[in-house]
């Protein structure tokens, strides 16, 4: 298991070289270093899948109530939306000159790929470990909250301008931001909007994601054509 998660972690690492790729080409070409805010995003990115990583090594041991796999889920519930708000950085293409903007726009497009695909899998492992210890009903309904967080997550960073470290450093400003579209409904009606667009998002591509998964990875699945034609197959052998 541990080799695999290595060969997965190299794949994505050589993906995130494109990424890098691109932008230092950009940086030469342009002679500025506007856009490195992609790199540090990208970077954040990875965090919650080498959680995971750690959190998958210590389930087996202990159950997942025990304080140790509890501090790495919360951990990771709590990265996750950085891999996410990748998404919300093509709203920097308006700044983008004319010339460069096909570019740049490729550029970005590889930097959210990347991202996207390390929040969906570490929310991928953590499922299957969900769906080993409870149902699928009540997987789908934590799964659910984690991206409602992550959307709500990506409102607070964009439109207030907060982030993970503010946890640390300046707590009031998250709780201040985190209560105030709950205390005034209509002056934060921005708030609910992007809420609501990104959870939208998130959840559909996890869910169209996740059951192209299961149809492939089925056990012993056969494909309709090979139903249909077998029959035909014996009645020529006859």
């Given at each position: 298991y541990t080799t695999l998660f290595r060969s997965v972690l190299t794949t994505l690492f050589l993906s995130s070289l494109v990424s890098i790729g691109f932008f230092v080409a950009q940086a030469i070409n342009n002679h500025s270093w506007a856009n490195s805010y992609l790199l540090i995003n990208l970077l954040l990115a990875w965090i919650p899948l080498l959680v995971v990583y750690y959190l998958l090594r210590v389930l087996p041991n202990y159950p997942w109530l025990n304080w140790r796999p509890m501090l790495l889920t919360f951990l990771w519930l709590g990265l996750l939306p950085?891999?996410?708000?990748?998404v919300s950085d093509l709203i920097h293409l308006a700044l983008v000159a004319q010339n460069s903007i096909l570019?740049?726009?490729v550029m970005f497009q590889t930097f959210i790929f990347n991202g996207l695909i390390l929040g969906y899998?570490?929310?991928?492992?953590?499922?299957r470990q969900l769906l080993r210890r409870i149902t699928n009903h009540w997987a789908n309904i934590l799964l659910g909250l984690a991206f409602?967080?992550?959307s709500f997550a990506i409102y607070?960073?964009?439109?207030?301008?907060?982030s993970s470290w503010n946890f640390v450093t300046t707590p009031a400003s998250i709780l201040f931001g985190i209560s105030s579209p709950f205390v005034n409904i209509s002056g934060h009606l921005q708030a609910y909007t992007v809420t609501l667009m990104f959870f939208i998002l998130i959840v559909l591509m996890y869910v169209v994601v996740f059951r192209l998964l299961q149809i492939f990875t089925r056990p012993k699945?056969?494909?309709?054509d090979q139903h249909l034609t077998r029959p035909a197959a014996d009645k020529v052998h006859r």
């Open positions: 950085n891999s996410f708000y990748l570019y740049d726009s899998l570490s929310v991928y492992l953590v499922h409602f967080v992550c607070l960073g964009r439109e207030l301008r907060l699945a056969q494909l309709p």
